[in-house]
């Protein structure tokens, strides 16, 4: 019944940032972000658990993208900077008990990076 809402998506240009927040209706102890691009899969891009002090990041992201936990326990972002044209996807957060088996899901946010 766990309801997830993303939001801060929109269009930067090339080395530009964005910060986009998942907010759960209640908590829950993992979340993670998932993109997916036209014509691929979706891809776990980080996942977060136990307060904050568990984390991982997909390779393409590493050094890039943080995730953390807001100050409000059911909120969690995804600071992404150096942001790259192929990092355009439609972004999505997912929330559940265990590290990447989630139960809930949100509707997603578009990010587009332009060249």
């Known amino acids: 019944q766990v309801q997830l809402a993303e939001s801060g998506g929109g269009s930067v240009q090339a080395g530009g940032s964005l910060r986009l927040s998942c907010a759960a209706s209640e908590f829950t102890y993992c979340v993670g972000w998932f993109r997916q691009a036209p014509g691929k899969g979706r891809e776990g891009v980080a996942h977060?658990?136990?307060?904050?002090?568990?984390?991982s990041y997909a390779g393409s992201v590493k050094g890039r993208f943080t995730i953390s936990q807001g100050s409000a326990k059911n909120t969690v972002y995804l600071q992404m900077n150096s942001l790259k044209p192929e990092d355009t996807a439609m972004y999505y957060c997912?929330?559940?008990?265990?590290?990447?088996?989630?139960?809930?899901w949100g509707q997603g946010t578009q990010v587009t990076v332009s060249s």
């Open positions: 977060i658990c136990a307060g904050g002090g568990v984390t």
């Open positions: 997912g929330a559940g008990r265990f590290l990447n088996d989630y139960n809930y």
